[in-house]
């Protein structure tokens, strides 16, 4: 059985490729948008990733609720009518984190085109 | 723009509470998310039960029961680490004191100021600097204690540096004991020593003071060991 965390991903991409890079997304999206709340969230990442990114609930939702807990984020509802909504934004911590977990990933994916493609290397 | 009605929303509540999800919380915000995303596909022209049957199948197979299960698993996860943590670094600390007793090098190993003359004022840790009413790291001890106090070297070694920075250590010294120890005496008010100088432990080398950065008058007494700075604390032997 594919556990939770792991079903975020659209076929697009293998889930190896893309564990680990969820607290980054929600980070960084709640980073760039301020608060937001969950379907706007997995709305959001499908509008930008042109659809090739498809956050589901059995990954957000977990992911959420630990970011809080790690005091990374807080949490406000709006009652609206019968239903309640609840927003996440970032806490002093989480913007730190958040930028730190870019900046890490953006690195990353510079070394890693030097590794696929080392000719780059040798141009510059 | 649609909008669900109340018997609508009824609906999906009921639709959540068959998947066996137990907090009012996580119900209320996956009622919203079920919502949100029924009222989207029925702007697309689907039918409401089209849509409710969509948004709940979205979930997975019992997937908000998963969902509850996994969020408590974390929180269960997290306090067995923090707990793990914890004692881990009791560990670290048992090892740290056994190569400590075992190691017989030039170390540190007697309190620079004569027992039950001093008092403990500012351990070596993190901590708000008096002065600069920030979060600093306290690279060493402070000891509280009249100026003019004799002030003990810790081991045999030469004397390395005798400074005198106004905005910082004020006056103090620096003995080397062996390649991999040396220690650190600040705030003096008086040197006793020259630099080049061979002291024994438990030489008097200075007089204590209240020089430099400094709110009272204390001994500011820091170990290094291979170039770091570690707590002075863990080689008051007696």
Redesign the interface.
Known sequence: MIP??L?YICPMYSKELLKGTLKTIILNLLSDNGKM????IT?KVKEISDGKLLL???AL??SL??LV??GLLVTE?VN???????YYTLTKHGNVTATEKVNEFSDFVTTMQLILSPKLKTQI | MISLNESQIDRVIKEIEKQGVSSDALKAEVLDHACCSIESSMAKGKTFEKSLNNAIKSFGVRGLFKIENQIKTQKRKKGIMRKLRFSSMSIAACLVLLVLAVDAQERPEIKPLEEGRFRISSRYGMRMHPILKEEKFHRGVDMAVPEGTPVKVTADGVIKGIENHEKGFGKHIIVAHDEEYQTVYAQLSEFKVEVGQKVKMGDIVALSGNSGMSTAPHLHYEVVRNGKRVDPELYFSE
């Open positions: 939770n965390f079903m709340y969950g379907y706007e709305q589901t609930e059995g939702y977990p609720h630990g807990a790690d509802t609206i009518g019968k239903r309640v909504r609840k």
